[in-house]
């Protein structure tokens, strides 16, 4: 056999283009000699790496996980590996992990932690870095995006709190300059409208962070500023977690008192007391389809930036209840 059919074998990029009994027998002869392929070698023939870089704002929030979960599940049948770098939400070490992938010469990027004006993003335009964004966007059709269909979750979200009476809602959104705050502070505007709620009774109050400690924050300006909210819609199911630790600073109860709302769905948000009302967001299928829009656009360098809005579903728990009489 010549050594070119072993290495299209070994290969799961070139696999496909012989027989499965070839495939077998080349395999089987690997496992056997102890055989593993030199992707250092490969990359100096095809000028590809085989891996692609993820850039990740916070490890240690829940949501992210299943996203790389997801790619994994996209990215290594075809051989490809993924080097997982975390940002901690600071644009230095972002630009500094941003450069460390590139120095690695990897074949794209997923990125997770896009800012609406973000000059990472602009550098990698211009180096003709093949770049897909995941959960969070730009406002801008410039690069593929993959993330869940928010403002139709928000409308769901309000709707059950209007359907269950109340009148009186707040939004604690998310950190200003990130796309899935913009967008769901957009929606949460528009939703309460649409029911017919007047701007004072529907307060949207910014949370400086996507953590249990902004809404603790975000939720004790709500209870100050506006005491006759009986609802209120957290933008990340962390930032309910801090409006429910609030709510219990002040004694007061959830639901009787204040319905808190998450969103994301995150693991465990079924176990917190009480369980968490939140919107569920396919985390692991957004990493999964950002994962093959990129590899597309690894093949197909001119290929239009599409954008993949995934659908939501609001997951109704014991967070929520009618606002007492």
């Known amino acids: 056999m010549h050594r070119s059919t072993a290495a299209r074998a070994l ?14 027998r080349v395999v089987e002869a690997a496992q056997r000699l102890q055989y593993t392929p030199n992707t250092i070698a490969r990359g100096l023939r095809t000028n590809r790496s085989s891996t692609i870089g993820v850039l ?3 490890l240690t929030n829940p949501l992210f996980p299943p996203i790389l979960r997801g790619v994994e599940e996209a990215i290594m049948p075809l051989g490809y590996t993924a080097l997982i770098v975390n940002t901690d939400n600071d644009p230095e070490r972002e630009t500094a992990n941003f450069h460390a992938l590139l120095a690695r010469q990897v074949d794209g990027l997923i990125v997770a932690t896009a800012r ?23 406002g801008s059709r410039q690069f593929p995006l993959v993330a869940g269909d928010d403002r139709e979750g928000v409308r769901d979200a309000v709707a059950h709190l209007v359907g269950l009476g109340h009148r009186c809602i707040a939004h ?32 949207v109050v910014g949370s400086h962070g996507y953590t249990e400690q902004g809404g603790a924050d975000s939720m004790r ?18 930032i309910a977690l801090g409006a429910l630790r609030a709510l ?7 639901p009787q008192d204040v319905s808190v709302v998450g969103f994301n769905d995150m693991r ?27 590899l597309e656009r690894i093949g197909t ?8 809005l995934l659908p939501c579903e609001l997951v109704v728990r014991k967070s929520t209840a009618p606002p007492a009489a």
Do not use: W
Request: net charge neutral; hydrophobic share 40%; with cysteine.
């Open 248 to 254: 219990q600073a002040r004694e007061l109860r959830c």
């Open 172 to 203: 604690l959104a998310g950190p200003s300059g990130v796309s899935t705050a913009t967008v769901r502070a957009s929606a949460f505007r528009e939703a309460v409208a649409e029911h017919g709620l007047a701007p004072e009774a529907a307060p």
């Open 221 to 238: 300006q709500v209870l100050d500023r506006h005491p006759g909210t009986t609802a209120v819609l957290a933008g990340n199911d962390l």
């Open 11 to 24: 290969n799961p990029t070139t696999s496909g283009l012989l027989t499965r009994e070839t495939v077998a």
């Open 268 to 294: 465990f948000a079924d176990a917190l007391s009480p369980a968490l009302t939140t919107v569920r967001v396919p985390h692991r299928l957004l990493g999964f389809e950002a994962a093959r829009l990129l």
């Open 301 to 308: 360098p001119g290929a239009p930036a599409k954008t993949l």
């Open 116 to 138: 609406q004006h973000d000059p990472m993003l602009d550098e990698a335009t211009r180096r003709g870095v093949a770049v897909v964004l995941v959960n969070r966007g730009t």
């Open 56 to 58: 990740i704002p916070d």
